[in-house]
C-alpha cells in the first residue's frame, strides 16, 4: 500500500507546485490503483507484485499512445504522453540493460536446465521475478533467442 500513500503525497507535491501534466499523470495512477481496490471479489490491499502490473500498464499505454501520435506526426499530444510517461517510470524499477537481462535470462536457463527452444514455456515462468523490470515482449525475444543458440 505504500505506493498509494507515495502518489498521494505527490499529488499534494504536485497540486502546490502547478505541475499539470504530473499531476493527471500521478491521478492516472492512483484511479488504477482505486479501481483495482474496489473491483469485484477483491478482499485486503494490493500487492507490491500488482502494484507494479498496474504501473507497468500505465507506462506501456503511455508508450503506445506516443508510438501512435509520432506515426501521426501529433507532436503535441506525442509531448504529453511522453511526460507522463516519464511521471510513471519513477515508481517503476531500474529497468535492465541488456546485458543484464542476458545474463538474468542465462541463470534462470541454467537453474531450470533448459536446453532447447521446447524448454521455452518452462523458462517463461520462472521469468517472473523479471516483471516491470523489462518488456515482455524482450523477455520473451531473448529467452528465444537464447535457447535457439
Known sequence: MALKQKIEGEIKSAMIAKDKVRLIALRAIKSMILLEETKEGFKGEITEDEEMKLLTKAAKQRKD???IYQQQNRADLLEVELA???VIQEFLPKALTDEELTAAIQNIIAEVGASGPKDMGKVMGATKALAGKADGKA????VKALLNS
Open 139 to 142: 523477455i520473451a525475444d531473448k
Open 84 to 86: 507522463e510517461l516519464a
Open 65 to 67: 499512445s506516443a508510438d
